[in-house]
């Protein structure tokens, strides 16, 4: 199992599938299976039930994961940020995919289905939970003007090399 987390546009599903490909081991997006066993989108949920329960459904659809077959796993944004989730995330090796704040704006800016990024104080939020990130990682990996293809084999290097 190797989980990917960071901010919004880090490429954590890109990545992930490319990582996943060259390891031959399946992909998985959290946020895929949130909605699928909802039946209904992300924004949806925020929407009727607020982002607390989505946190607590966040958790519980990523401990289900955590304990099933071997995979890559990409998280969503702000998964780390609920306690229980980065207490979990200790028992497996955890990629953060760094992005500066200005390329995930670039990125991820005009996509209406994020709602985070209806929020006014979307830069605090990244900074709140930079440290976040940092603190679940075995590893950090930049992003910023690099190729998700390039990424994808950066983490192989690291996570794989012996010495």
């Known amino acids: 199992m190797i989980v990917l987390v960071g901010f919004m546009g880090a490429g954590k599903t890109t990545v992930g599938r490319l990582l996943a490909a060259k390891l031959g081991l399946p992909f998985t ?26 946190r607590q459904l966040e958790h519980d659809v990523i401990a289900d994961l955590l304990r099933s077959q071997d995979s890559v796993l990409a998280l969503g944004g702000g998964a780390p940020a609920h306690p229980g989730t980065r207490s979990l995330l200790t028992a497996v090796p955890v990629v953060y995919l760094r992005v500066s704040y200005a390329e995930a704006m670039q990125r991820v800016g005009g996509d209406r289905g994020r709602p985070m990024l209806a929020r006014p104080d979307v830069e605090r939020l990244y900074a709140e939970r930079d440290p976040l990130y940092a603190e679940a990682a075995s590893c950090t990996v930049d992003t910023d ?16 090399s012996v010495g």
């Open 145 to 160: 003007a690099r190729t998700p293809q390039d990424i994808a084999l950066d983490i192989v290097a690291r996570l794989y």
């Open 29 to 54: 997006d959290s946020d895929l299976v949130i909605a699928d066993q909802a039946g209904k989108p992300i924004r949806q949920i925020f929407a009727e039930q607020g982002e607390p329960a989505f």
